[in-house]
């Protein structure tokens, strides 16, 4: 069964410095595609990063990187040069994509602070 | 660019009211799905579908029913509400289910008494 988790319930960044969240996951289907997403105070989910498990090279998007080692079944998000508006919940999710189902499963969060 | 509108944003029922929460969308996008989040467990997946006339159960879809009969609407309907479904659901989007982003409404907010 798929499984994603994050095992950091909270973190702290200095104002500027990089971050990585960290994310596990489990499946055995070989297609398989990776998101993160961040969901600030006001609530709404806010779409960050996706890397398929085909992708030969770590997807990046502005200051946001996935850090993907298929091997060791991890897709950490890499934050760099942290503002205070990234402060927010982080998810990391997957869906499975060989069975048909589509299915797309959440990890339980990490809650970034940036302090000034 | 209105993208996924849900309401209501707030709702307040009493345990065996029944309801509807409305989710539509202006992308044209063939997958649609519902989810709540609790405190601690992430977003779980109630009910998804993967075009008009097809849905499918997620992993917490026990008390809730959901229909897609046209693209742009997916209702999901609370038969008899429960206080352990008190939590915030989130409709979600998408072109296809397979490597895109998900587009999320703004949740509502359902506490049930």
């Known amino acids: 069964a798929q499984k994603i988790t994050q095992t950091q319930p909270g973190m702290f960044v200095q104002e500027k410095e990089a971050v990585t969240l960290d994310c596990t996951y489990d499946t055995s289907d070989p297609s398989y595609g990776l998101f993160w997403y961040k969901q600030p105070s006001s609530g709404e989910m806010i779409f960050l990063i996706y890397q398929g498990s085909y992708d030969q090279q770590n997807a990046t998007e502005g200051r946001y990187s996935l850090n993907f080692q298929k091997a060791r079944k991890s897709a950490n998000l890499v934050i760099s040069a942290s503002q205070l508006g990234d402060s927010a919940m982080y998810f990391c999710a997957m869906r499975e994509g060989s069975s048909g189902t589509y299915k797309y499963i959440f990890g339980t969060g990490t809650r970034l602070k940036v302090l000034a | 660019n209105a993208g996924v509108t849900q309401t209501p944003k707030f709702q307040v029922l009493k345990t065996g009211q029944s309801m509807t929460l409305q989710c539509a969308q202006d992308?044209?996008?063939?997958?649609m799905s519902w989810y709540r989040q609790d405190p601690g467990m992430g977003l779980r997946l109630i009910h998804y579908s993967v075009g008009a006339g097809i849905t499918d159960q997620g992993e917490v879809p026990n008390g809730y029913n959901v229909s897609r009969s046209t693209t742009e609407d997916f209702p999901l309907r609370l038969l008899s509400a429960a206080p352990s479904q008190t939590s915030v659901y989130f409709c979600a989007s998408s072109y296809s289910p397979e490597n895109t982003e998900a587009f999320f409404g703004q949740g509502t907010r359902l506490t049930v008494v």
């Open positions: 992308m044209n996008h063939e997958y």
